[in-house]
């Protein structure tokens, strides 16, 4: 199992096969996808399935957020090449509920930019919100992005965030 970062709070590291179910589970709760396209959990499993795969490829992927104290599963976070602009790497992350307000989306998102800037070449690492997510975007703003222009794709626009390598 590679870990990506650990501190006093929790781990990010590769999901285990047998984890599975506490990935899909973590989508089942309508306001933890309220900013997120619909997908069925048979979506979410292969989404878990493509994950476990994506780590023999490297440096990428979706990883599991844990308490370091009790073990208990916080999330998911995501590192990615981005899909709309070469070049830049996106990062993302969905946390449990009851893990909402403490500060840890926040440092999971400072976490993954030191990841993406310490294993990668590239320069510019982006996070995209739904512009009603004004949670995201302050956790964004927090972590050291700056917002950009809005994102425009064909099914609408997306809040734009971008971090440079100083």
């Not at 709760?29 to 490297?58: H, I, N, W």
């Not at 599991?64 to 070469?86: K, P, Q, T, Y």
């Amino acid at each position: 199992m590679n870990i990506l970062h650990q501190d006093q709070n929790f781990i990010i590291r590769q999901f285990l096969a047998q984890e599975q179910a506490l990935f899909c589970d973590l989508f089942e709760d309508g306001e933890v996808t309220k900013y997120l396209p619909y997908r069925s959990r048979e979506q979410y499993k292969e989404m878990f399935e493509v994950a476990l795969e994506d780590y023999a490829k490297g440096p990428f992927g979706r990883f599991g957020i844990f308490d370091v104290e009790n073990n208990d599963f916080i999330g998911m976070c995501l590192a990615r090449n981005f899909a709309d602009v070469s070049g830049q790497i996106e990062i993302g992350y969905t946390l449990s509920k009851k893990y909402w307000g403490k500060g840890i989306a926040t440092e999971v998102s400072r976490a993954l930019v030191q990841y993406c800037l310490e294993n990668t070449e590239e320069n510019e690492i982006v996070a995209v919100t739904n512009l009603d997510n004004i949670g995201s975007q302050k956790v964004l703003e927090k972590a050291g992005f700056s917002r950009i222009d809005n994102l425009k794709r064909s099914d609408g626009e997306l809040a734009y965030y971008l971090v440079k390598r100083s």
